[in-house]
């Protein structure tokens, strides 16, 4: 059997690498798999070798910042290259900080995160456009409940994916041949979860707490979950829904879960 193929950002740990296996193993896809960690992705490579002797020839890795051009560039050079399409771009790498206020926040903060949240989606994007009208494939951009309610202290986060939310949508209706999606993933035990737990309390202040009790009670989502959904989406498109900003628990996807 044979899958689509499939481009990742931020895919050598959390949600990004539990797509990433999923896309190999369960979907039988290809998969280019980008980050900035040299070290992570090629202990995932060997990771899934060890799991499976055929998984490593339908991963390449790509080594880069998602700022710089010249690896959302290089990504779908590879994936071009080696396997001559691209059916799924899944634009995952994101980052939380600056947690501050507004009032107390640096804008160069601000800017520096909507380079990596928004900034590096549209590059990627015009990248990856070309291939994906010619496959009718798919793009997925990976939101958050911030994206439509405000946290204390997430300002720069939560305006960041409600702009990737505006991007998604004017990419439906501008690219027809293209279904595009912005997916939350609900509350997720990551190295995102852990930051707002050690660094979030001063800035959140109320809000914090939510988190710990989530953490505390043992409610945060596995990364499989909601990974589950957006690559069973990239497999299997709806073009009814494109444009559409969902949560991956949304009665309407229950067909792409686990």
Same mark, same amino acid.
């Given at each position: 059997?044979?899958?689509?193929?499939?481009?990742?950002?931020?895919?050598?740990?959390?949600?990004g690498k539990?797509?990433?296996?999923?896309?190999?193993?369960?979907f039988?896809?290809?998969?280019?798999?980008?980050?900035?960690?040299?070290?992570?992705?090629?202990?995932?490579?060997?990771?899934?070798t060890? $799991?499976?002797?055929?998984?490593?020839?339908?991963?390449?890795?790509?080594?880069?910042?998602v700022?710089?051009?010249?690896?959302?560039?290089? *990504?779908?050079?590879?994936?071009?290259?080696?396997?001559?399409?691209?059916d799924?771009?899944?634009?995952?790498?994101?980052?939380? $900080?600056?947690?501050?206020?507004?009032?107390?926040?640096?804008?160069?903060?601000?800017?520096?995160?909507?380079?990596?949240?928004?900034?590096?989606?549209?590059?990627?994007?015009? $990248?990856?456009?070309?291939?994906?009208?010619?496959?009718?494939?798919?793009?997925?951009?990976? #939101?958050?409940? *911030?994206?439509?309610?405000?946290?204390?202290?997430?300002?720069a986060?939560?305006? #960041?994916?409600?702009?990737?939310?505006?991007?998604?949508?004017?990419?439906?209706?501008?690219?027809?041949?293209?279904?595009?999606?912005?997916?939350?993933?609900?509350?997720?035990?990551?190295?995102?979860?852990?930051?707002?737990?050690?660094?979030?309390?001063?800035?959140?202040? $109320?809000?914090?707490?939510?988190?710990m009790?989530?953490?505390?009670?043992?409610?945060?989502?596995?990364?499989?979950?909601?990974?589950?959904v957006?690559?069973?989406?990239? *497999?299997?498109?709806?073009?009814?829904l494109?444009?559409?900003?969902?949560?991956w628990?949304?009665?309407?996807?229950?067909s792409?879960?686990?």
């Amino acid at each position: 059997m044979t899958g689509p193929v499939y481009l990742v950002t931020g895919a050598s740990k959390g949600i990004g690498k539990a797509m990433t296996k999923l896309a190999l193993t369960k979907f039988h896809g290809k998969v280019v798999a980008v980050a900035r960690s040299k070290e992570l992705l090629e202990s995932l490579q060997v990771e899934l070798t060890q $799991e499976n002797n055929n998984l490593g020839d339908n991963l390449e890795v790509v080594v880069g910042d998602v700022c710089d051009e010249h690896t959302s560039r290089r *990504a779908v050079n590879v994936a071009i290259d080696k396997w001559g399409r691209l059916d799924v771009v899944i634009a995952n790498a994101g980052i939380l $900080e600056p947690i501050a206020s507004v009032s107390d926040s640096l804008v160069q903060g601000w800017k520096h995160l909507f380079d990596v949240n928004f900034f590096s989606v549209i590059t990627l994007a015009q $990248e990856a456009l070309p291939h994906l009208r010619h496959s009718k494939g798919t793009l997925i951009m990976i #939101s958050s409940g *911030a994206a439509s309610k405000g946290y204390k202290g997430w300002g720069a986060y939560g305006a #960041s994916k409600a702009a990737l939310n505006h991007l998604n949508a004017t990419l439906a209706v501008e690219e027809p041949d293209v279904t595009t999606l912005a997916i939350r993933p609900g509350v997720v035990d990551t190295g995102m979860q852990e930051l707002i737990r050690e660094k979030g309390v001063d800035a959140m202040k $109320e809000d914090h707490s939510k988190f710990m009790e989530l953490h505390r009670q043992g409610k945060l989502l596995s990364a499989e979950e909601p990974a589950h959904v957006v690559v069973a989406l990239g *497999a299997n498109p709806p073009k009814d829904l494109s444009g559409q900003y969902l949560s991956w628990d949304d009665e309407v996807l229950k067909s792409f879960r686990k």
